[in-house]
């Protein structure tokens, strides 16, 4: 068991025929908590019925909501998704919402401190007051892994290499670490010359790229490990890249090696862009037999 803190968006997304419960940190803490971990989330939700769904699914799924604020004055956080033919998503997110007002309070400093890892995306830094409060428990935070989510607008390569710096891990896919290479001015259309060049621009040991179907790669402690990708129908995407990271942190923290855990990671990312909504369950049954493909 790990102690694991995320920190940012909840939120629903809005499909065309559907509501489900969403936002990258509540997908990623309901995933670790399903792999039987300690996992507490701190967030905003307005004074609606929304919120009040999205506490109940948070209690549901066992997830600690002592860090999740109540906001009077501001909405529960919404997105429109819209899908395409091969089931990728775009994302119309509603601004502003109360995840962009979490305040710096006492119980998240308690839960950051007491945490063995803390994970943060860049969307929840759109608004200086959730960024803020980041930057404040990014200084508290043991080891810190930095999921990278690039939704035009909402974000500044400014922010962004402030947040890569502050990362002991840090997660893209593969459009974005070329986005942000590039402004960083790399030279480089290597996948593996740009992971060094971010490593050693940013300081940071440890990164992952995700590459959709074909896998994903890992640079960890100055060894490269590999995974192509599992054969699946796409139903949709969200949430795909939660599960990976969610997954390849589980398995690190708990010393599985390298390869073990980059393989499971992309098996349950597959698992998931295979079904409906960003939080399927998965049984052990289903990840065994994906892991055999």
Same mark, same amino acid.
């Given at each position: 068991?790990?102690?694991?803190?995320?920190?940012?968006?909840?939120?629903?997304?809005?499909?065309?025929?559907?509501?489900?419960?969403?936002?990258?940190?509540?997908?990623?803490?309901?995933?670790?908590?399903?792999?039987?971990?300690?996992?507490?989330?701190?967030?905003?939700?307005? &004074?609606?019925? #929304?919120?009040?769904?999205?506490?109940?699914?948070? +209690?549901?799924? *066992? !997830?600690? @909501?002592? =860090?999740?604020?109540?906001?009077?004055?501001?909405?529960?956080?919404?997105?429109?998704?819209?899908?395409?033919?091969?089931?990728?998503?775009?994302?119309?997110?509603?601004?502003?919402?109360?995840?962009? &007002?979490?305040? #710096?309070?006492?119980?998240?400093?308690?839960?950051? +401190?007491?945490? *063995? !890892?803390? @994970?943060? =995306?860049?969307?929840?830094?759109?608004?200086?007051?959730?960024?803020?409060?980041?930057?404040?428990?990014?200084?508290?935070?043991?080891?810190?892994?930095?999921?990278?989510?690039?939704?035009?607008?909402?974000?500044?390569?400014?922010?962004?290499?402030?947040?890569?710096?502050?990362?002991?891990?840090?997660?893209?896919?593969?459009?974005?670490?070329?986005?942000?290479?590039?402004?960083?001015?790399?030279?480089?259309?290597?996948?593996?010359?740009?992971?060094?060049?971010?490593?050693?621009?940013?300081?940071?040991?440890?990164?992952?790229?995700?590459?959709?179907?074909?896998?994903?790669?890992?640079?960890?402690?100055?060894?490269?490990?590999?995974?192509?990708?599992?054969?699946?129908?796409?139903?949709?995407?969200?949430?795909?890249?939660?599960?990976?990271?969610?997954?390849?942190?589980?398995?690190?923290?708990?010393?599985?090696?390298?390869?073990?855990?980059?393989?499971?990671?992309?098996?349950?990312?597959?698992?998931?862009?295979?079904?409906?909504?960003?939080?399927?369950?998965?049984?052990?049954?289903?990840?065994?037999?994906?892991?055999?493909?």
């Amino acid at each position: 068991m790990i102690n694991v803190v995320c920190f940012g968006e909840v939120l629903w997304d809005i499909f065309p025929q559907h509501s489900k419960i969403g936002g990258a940190p509540l997908n990623v803490a309901t995933r670790l908590q399903s792999f039987n971990n300690k996992v507490a989330i701190i967030s905003r939700v307005g &004074k609606d019925t #929304l919120g009040d769904g999205i506490v109940a699914f948070l +209690k549901e799924k *066992e !997830v600690n @909501i002592q =860090g999740v604020q109540t906001d009077t004055n501001y909405e529960t956080g919404s997105v429109n998704v819209m899908l395409n033919d091969k089931g990728s998503a775009s994302y119309d997110i509603i601004f502003p919402r109360a995840w962009d &007002k979490i305040e #710096l309070e006492q119980q998240s400093i308690d839960l950051v +401190k007491k945490s *063995e !890892v803390f @994970i943060y =995306g860049s969307l929840a830094s759109r608004n200086d007051t959730t960024r803020e409060t980041l930057y404040a428990l990014l200084k508290m935070a043991k080891y810190k892994v930095f999921d990278i989510n690039l939704r035009p607008p909402y974000y500044s390569i400014e922010v962004l290499t402030y947040l890569m710096n502050a990362a002991n891990f840090i997660k893209f896919n593969d459009e974005e670490i070329f986005e942000i290479a590039k402004e960083l001015k790399s030279e480089t259309n290597s996948l593996e010359q740009t992971i060094l060049f971010i490593a050693k621009k940013t300081n940071t040991k440890n990164i992952c790229v995700t590459k959709g179907r074909h896998g994903a790669i890992l640079y960890f402690n100055g060894t490269f490990y590999y995974n192509s990708g599992y054969q699946i129908t796409v139903v949709d995407t969200v949430g795909a890249g939660d599960s990976f990271l969610a997954t390849i942190i589980n398995a690190l923290q708990k010393n599985k090696s390298p390869q073990e855990a980059l393989n499971t990671a992309c098996a349950v990312g597959a698992i998931v862009a295979s079904k409906e909504g960003a939080n399927p369950v998965i049984t052990n049954q289903e990840l065994e037999i994906m892991l055999k493909s």
